[in-house]
């Protein structure tokens, strides 16, 4: 059985539908698994128009396959169509929030196997009343996950952050020995589960410059990151560090490692994105459920304009696909 796998709408404003109906329509997504549409049908088919993409769609209650269309799992009654590229609008976050709402549901009752979010925004969500800093908190309390990390992934390079959407000024104080351990250790477990690397090697980047140069310019290495790292090791986790983070990607060091952990969003989302832009999934590392997406954002400049790359958003998928097969292997093992 192919696996069915959700994908979400997304902010309609910006290239969500484009994304999940192309990628939806796609001859080699369609040989590896189901994949269902979920959000606003007459959003989706307005798109489908004015793209003029030949895709035709089912409206379902449960996602099933099938033969000759796209099945839709339509989240629209009530919510107006007023699609206004390029801008983050109250309409654009209810519908993306409540596409995401349902396929959490679906997942939940095991009526799909997977999520894949297209782009979102989450300042259209603020507007529709979902106060979540992202969309990976928010699918994390609706699937009832105590743990969540976000992990930067492609077949070569894969980081996960400690901080996700905080503000640089704020970072340090968001920093933990408990909460690094954490995420270490979630890491950890997830290339065991889901991508099926024995006895995983892990780098961790230190937070200042020069790893803090023994306390003279920070002291965070020494009180958090260290003793981090040392009850992971403990714990039989097979880590070191932590790394200056500017020699580390220099020199090229994370090709000796199957994941790195960087202390917040920038440091370790540009050296990732400078390595895989167009091929980079995130996806959430501790979920209850399966979850990934693209590693880009809205594109509310090229809204509108039929010209999303759709790279991400197949990679995203294709993963999915792989995690679902080998979460499935594990559990018989």
């Not at 996960?160 to 979630?186: D, F, M, S």
């Not at 003793?227 to 983070?245: L, M, Q, T």
């Not at 999303?308 to 197949?314: F, G, K, Q, Y």
Request: proline letters at 5%; glycine letters at 8%; one cysteine or more.
């Amino acid at each position: 059985m192919k696996p069915i796998i959700g994908i979400t709408i997304g902010d309609f404003n910006g290239i969500g539908p484009e994304l999940a109906i192309k990628v939806a329509n796609e001859p080699s997504i369609k040989k590896i698994c189901v994949p269902a549409l979920i959000g606003p049908l007459n959003i989706f088919e307005a798109v489908s128009r004015n793209y003029k993409i030949k895709c035709n769609f089912t409206k379902l209650t449960i996602p099933v396959p099938q033969k000759s269309s796209v099945p839709v799992i339509d989240v629209g009654d009530g919510i107006e169509a007023d699609i206004n590229y390029g801008k983050p609008t109250k309409a654009s976050g209810r519908s993306a929030g409540a596409a995401i709402e349902r396929a959490v549901e679906l997942c939940l009752l095991k009526k799909i196997d997977a999520i894949v979010t297209a782009p979102a925004s989450k300042e259209a969500l603020h507007l529709a009343g979902y106060n979540f800093p992202g969309q990976t908190e928010m699918i994390a309390l609706l699937s009832r996950s105590k743990q969540v990390a976000m992990f930067l992934v492609t077949k070569t390079f894969k980081v996960g952050l400690v901080t996700i959407h905080t503000g640089i000024r704020n970072v340090a104080e968001n920093i933990t020995k408990e909460k690094l351990y954490e995420k270490i250790a979630i890491i950890n477990k997830s290339l065991e589960k889901d991508f099926n690397i024995r006895s995983p090697e892990i780098a961790v980047l230190a937070l200042n410059p020069h790893a803090g140069e023994n306390g003279l310019i920070g002291n965070e290495e020494k009180q958090i990151i260290e003793p981090a790292i040392e009850s992971a090791k403990v714990s039989g986790i097979k880590v070191r560090g932590p790394f200056p983070a500017d020699a580390f990607f220099g020199t090229q060091q994370y090709k000796k490692y199957d994941a790195v952990i960087a202390m917040y969003h920038d440091q370790g989302m540009i050296p990732f994105k400078m390595y895989a832009f167009d091929k980079g999934v995130n996806f959430s590392a501790g979920l209850e459920i399966i979850r990934t997406s693209p590693d880009h954002g809205t594109a509310y400049d090229i809204a509108g304009k039929n010209k999303a790359n759709i790279s991400s958003m197949l990679e995203a998928v294709k993963l999915a696909v792989q995690i679902v097969h080998n979460r499935k292997e594990n559990d018989r093992t």
